[in-house]
């Protein structure tokens, strides 16, 4: 549900349940007890309430958005598909 | 705006006064509208403006009023002395007028150090000079202790009409733009960290400060090219804006890309689940510009020193009436209303 | 701002839209919901519906924590400022849900004890710093907030903090979406799962969605690339006849769940034999309460509760607004008694909740008030 922003974890406070997050150049401060295995700075995680929740995997984003892109791709290539087809009523209709 | 009721009936409904009441927003609109215009300002015709117009012979004047409460009083980039200053100042400078002078009421709870309310009227002078305008009169009063969050400051201002100018929501047309002098957000979101409830740090400071050289240079370079100015203050550029709708009552489309928001005021907003547009500003103004004027009208915010983040925002369109929109770059719009109550953080 | 503007991109949006259309039988209609409340909102926020074909139609469901709240549990909380003398403490969302006679904010008005906090860290900081009061903390959320709840208890607990205690509201996301399955008036092809309770829960729970009542179930994210994202990956299903749950928000969400979470929720609490929720009445098993050995930090166990329960004015259609078999407009009250600024019911509220996203989002675009 409900509102968990990506920020990223700057330092950790002694003790290992406390960390900064930095979300735009803001800071604040998070519990981190729900990451295992335990968080280092530099992670992204998702932060809820105060907690951080999870974390952000950059690799799976990229690849997630590089998905994104080639739908275009995809259509691009069925529409140059299209173009080839004799004798056909599809042929010079909108993809 | 629609025109206002019979004298002296109130149609103001709520069975008591609440904080949503002063946010500036929705619920505040009601309370003056409803109650105080009816028995007060009854003959009244037209939009309510912040400033009232006056005439002595051949002279223009300006008159308006304000009343200062903020929590904390002092705050990264400023303090309620200021805000009690650069805001009446900024009223007269956005209703077109030169400020010549305030006078200042002081309500000071029972109890407060010294020093304090010494800080606020070194403050206060020098907010006034900085803004070119004389501190001239005043009261001062005590009540007890638990009443007045330490101090409360009233500044009533007068000034000049400047005659290049005239304002007015009636002259605002489609395809008219609308322009702001900068960033956005910064004042609200200071003074909520400031408070301390919550465990935020971000390097922003309020934007206080008089925006009188930005509307005079929008009045020197475009004239009347210039329709209509505000400053967004209680309830956020989305509360001016709508009420400037209302008053029109044409549409405004916002390009959400194209405000200016610092990136801690945004990342601030985000971590709280709060709208940049529904932050209070103390130092900006909103201008609506003809088309064909906004290029210069841009060019001349952008050459008064503070002004580098000047921007066009967004036009006025026909419709949908009375109404605020938002453009996403991809397309996809929004309608934008005016505050409700005091913007609350959300966590759903 | 990282992983949130990449996902806003608007070439890529035209071109997830654009796959929409492609994929879509112009002979069907879709009816697809999405479950939880943060989804609803994103829709109404980045106007979504505008970039979507006709054909399909988004269906919001009962996932607004706020929404579901029955009126007299606001009062029940607030009794115990009035009774007790308590501080109440509770998150930004709380503060405007009217209760029978006023909302927290109302009654914070009247110079009742009422703080807003933003983490329930927050209200055990208040309980430390405040020896001589009783801190009660407010407690809603589902699954994704339970947690920080759970870990907040414990520390109460270990630290031995005897003026706090929680007011549990919490409740769980799969009985809500069996009562929505089972409900006869509903005809669903799909889920947009929920995005942020499934980093606790993991992608597991929706298999008996995907299984036993043979519909798609892709969790998704919240920014406007996760969401048309899933709506494709939901109708490549639809085509190709498959119903299973997929993971589009995998980049945060983890499949097996959050074990330290799910831990610090069996740890903490139990599951209620059944709770009332508007609209959709009494489930069982779907709301939490503490462990009897969290009976000292439990405000139920701790404070004689007056047992307040509200119905809500005949008119108000909350309950099917909250089933998706109403759309928030075709309440009788909507934007008449029913505003943002004077709500009658928590849907109204919650920015969440439909009808408010509707409200703000669009219903004020269609120029029909004149408020």
Not at chain 2, 85 to 109: F, H, K, Q, R, Y
Not at chain 3, 206 to 221: E, L, S, T
Not at chain 3, 259 to 287: K, N
Request: include cysteine.
């Amino acid at each position: 549900m409900c509102l968990a922003i990506p920020g990223q974890i700057v330092e950790l406070a002694p003790g290992g349940h406390l960390a900064t997050v930095e979300v735009s150049k803001v800071r604040r401060t998070i519990n981190v007890d729900l990451l295992e295995p335990p968080a280092a700075p530099g992670e992204w995680v998702l932060i809820h309430v105060g907690f951080a929740m999870s974390r952000i995997s950059a690799d799976e984003a990229t690849e997630q958005l590089r998905l994104l892109a080639m739908l275009g791709e995809d259509a691009q290539a069925m529409a140059e598909l299209d173009g080839y087809r004799f004798g056909d009523d599809t042929r010079g209709k909108p993809s | 705006m629609a025109t206002l009721t019979v004298p002296g009936t109130s149609t103001f409904r709520d069975a008591q006064i609440d904080m949503a009441h002063g946010a500036g927003g929705k619920a505040s609109r009601r309370l003056v509208e409803g109650l105080i215009v009816p028995h007060l300002m009854a003959d009244a015709v037209g939009p309510l403006n912040d400033a009232a117009y006056l005439s002595m012979g051949d002279a223009g004047l300006a008159l308006t009023t304000d009343s200062f409460v903020v929590r904390p009083l002092r705050f990264p980039g400023g303090s309620i002395g200021d805000l009690a200053v650069n805001g009446t100042v900024n009223d007269l400078a956005v209703a077109g007028a030169a400020p010549l002078a305030l006078l200042c009421s002081l309500i000071v709870e029972a109890g407060t150090p010294t020093e304090i309310l010494r800080a606020e009227v070194a403050a206060m002078g020098a907010a006034a000079r900085r803004a070119g305008v004389r501190i001239v009169g005043g009261d001062t009063k005590v009540v007890e202790h638990g009443k007045a969050d330490g101090l409360y400051i009233t500044t009533t201002g007068i000034g000049r009409r400047d005659s290049r100018a005239t304002l007015s929501a009636g002259s605002v047309r489609p395809g008219d733009r609308i322009l702001v002098t900068g960033c956005i957000g910064d004042h609200g979101i200071t003074v909520l960290l400031a408070r301390g409830d919550i465990d935020l740090a971000a390097s922003l400071k309020s934007d206080t400060r008089s925006v009188y050289p930005f509307a005079n240079a929008l009045i020197e370079a475009v004239g009347s090219s210039l329709r209509w100015m505000r400053d967004p203050t209680r309830g956020g550029l989305a509360t001016t804006l709508n009420e400037l709708a209302r008053d029109c009552e044409l549409g405004i489309t916002l390009e959400e890309e194209a405000v200016p928001v610092r990136d801690e005021v945004r990342g601030a907003c985000e971590l709280l689940g709060l709208d940049p547009l529904h932050i209070a500003n103390e130092g900006q103004l909103v201008a609506i510009v003809s088309a064909d004027a906004t290029e210069e009208a841009l060019a001349a915010l952008r050459r008064v020193p503070g002004g580098e983040s000047a921007a066009i925002v967004g036009r006025v369109d026909a419709s949908p009436p009375r109404t605020v929109v938002a453009v996403a770059s991809y397309g996809g719009t929004r309608v934008v209303d005016m505050l409700v109550g005091d913007p609350l953080p959300r966590i759903c | 701002m990282k992983f949130v503007d990449e996902f806003r991109d608007p070439r890529l949006i035209k071109q997830a839209s654009d796959e929409i259309r492609r994929l879509v039988d112009p002979s069907r209609h879709y009816r697809i919901m999405e479950v939880c409340g943060g989804h609803t909102h994103a829709i109404y926020r980045f106007a979504l519906a505008d970039l979507l074909p006709a054909n399909i139609e988004l269906v919001h469901g009962p996932g607004c924590p706020v929404c579901v709240l029955p009126m007299g549990r606001i009062d029940e909380g607030l009794s115990l400022v009035e009774r007790h003398h308590v501080i109440f403490t509770t998150f930004g969302d709380v503060m405007r849900v009217p209760g029978r006679h006023g909302s927290p904010l109302e009654h914070q008005a009247r110079g009742a004890q009422i703080r807003m906090v933003y983490s329930p860290l927050d209200a055990l900081r208040l309980a430390q710093e405040h020896p001589d009061r009783q801190i009660v903390f407010f407690a809603i959320g589902f699954e994704t907030t339970a947690p920080s709840t759970a870990l907040t208890l414990r520390r109460a607990r270990e630290l031995a903090i005897g003026n706090f205690s929680v007011f549990s509201n919490h409740v769980t996301i799969v009985p809500a979406i069996r009562a929505i399955l089972d409900s006869p008036d509903m005809r669903l092809d799909a889920f947009i799962g929920p995005g942020h309770v499934s980093t606790v829960i993991g992608a597991r729970p929706y298999g008996f969605i995907a299984h036993d009542h043979r519909k798609p179930v892709v969790i998704a994210g919240f920014e406007p690339l996760d969401l048309l994202q899933s709506i494709v990956m939901i109708l490549r299903q639809l085509r190709d006849g498959r119903s299973e749950v997929e993971n589009q928000y995998n980049r945060t969400v983890p499949w097996d769940g959050n074990l330290p979470a799910l831990r610090a929720l069996a740890d903490v609490f139990e599951l209620r034999p059944y709770f009332e929720w508007r609209g959709l009445g009494f489930i069982s098993q779907s709301a939490l309460k503490l462990r009897p050995e969290y009976a000292m930090w439990d405000a139920e166990a701790r404070f004689e509760m007056p047992g307040i329960a509200v119905t809500d004015p005949k008119a108000a259609q909350c309950g099917e607004v909250l089933k998706g078999v109403l759309k928030p407009h075709q309440c009788k009250l909507f934007a008449r008694e029913c505003t943002p600024e004077l709500p009658v019911g928590a849907l109204m509220v919650s920015s969440e909740g439909a009808c408010a996203a509707y409200f703000n989002y669009v219903h004020r675009r269609a120029g029909a008030a004149a408020s």
